[in-house]
T-cell receptor
Framework: QKEVEQDPGPLSVPEGAIVSLNCTYSNSAFQYFMWYRQYSRKGPELLMYTYSSGNKEDGRFTAQVDKSSKYISLFIRDSQPSDSATYLCAMSGWGAGSYQLTFGKGTKLSVIP | EAGVTQSPTHLIKTRGQQATLRCSPISGHTSVYWYQQALGLGLQFLLWYDEGEERNRGNFPPRFSGRQFPNYSSELNVNALELEDSALYLC???????????????FGQGTRLTVV
């Protein structure tokens, strides 16, 4: 079982739709959870991070963490064509004597005008 | 404030050659991470440096190596290049990830290495 599982998609939605992106993980050492957005041929940019179970909202984006289920989500409301990108979940924490920052494979999202 | 910068942007090498990739972290950041992003494989962790020391290493052969300089910039070296080393190599930097507090990692734009 991989440490972080993320459905690679691709996911195609109409403009204005609500998008739900998800990741599961197996390593209990992960304490911090992040979402990155990566446009084609660019480096990933940090969108949101959280360390506690529950929801965190930032504009049209909501990050949700359920540590008991080892499940995290990113919701995008009123999706826009500019949201078309690959979204990577990332998790970090200290385990096995070292710090790990591990990424999911990414979900490619297309928002159709 | 300048972000993470990587050079070169593109690099074309022949199989068997060596490649050197460079990364300058955000000012004040001491930790530098290297990742390989090959098509369809996501970000694969290569190396983590902090304060000039290698702190952790991913599951890559020894021909992938690097170092961190006193100014916290870093270099990734790939020896005996193979065709499958063709990928986007990403560098990220952060403050040292203390055990009790999160630290965000910021990425550069990457170096696209093509091995022919």
């Amino acid at each position: 079982q991989k440490e972080v599982e993320q459905d690679p998609g691709p996911l195609s939605v109409p403009e204005g739709a609500i998008v739900s992106l998800n990741c599961t993980y197996s390593n209990s050492a992960f304490q911090y959870f992040m979402w990155y957005r990566q446009y084609s041929r660019k480096g990933p940019e940090l969108l949101m991070y959280t360390y506690s179970s529950g929801n965190k909202e930032d504009g049209r984006f909501t990050a949700q963490v359920d540590k008991s289920s080892k499940y995290i989500s990113l919701f995008i409301r009123d999706s826009q064509p500019s949201d078309s990108a690959t979204y990577l979940c990332a998790m970090s924490g200290w385990g096995a004597g070292s710090y790990q920052l591990t990424f999911g494979k990414g979900t490619k999202l297309s928002v159709i005008p | 404030e300048a972000g993470v910068t990587q050079s070169p942007t593109h690099l074309i090498k022949t199989r068997g050659q060596q490649a050197t990739l460079r990364c300058s972290p955000i000012s004040g950041h001491t930790s530098v991470y290297w990742y390989q992003q090959a098509l369809g494989l996501g970000l694969q962790f290569l190396l983590w440096y902090d304060e000039g020391e290698e702190r952790n290493r991913g599951n890559f052969p020894p021909r992938f190596s690097g170092r961190q300089f006193p100014n916290y910039s870093s270099e990734l070296n790939v020896n005996a290049l193979e065709l499958e080393d063709s990928a986007l190599y990403l560098c990220a930097s952060s403050l040292f990830p203390a055990r009790t507090a999160n630290t965000e990692a910021f990425f550069g734009q990457g170096t696209r290495l093509t091995v022919v």
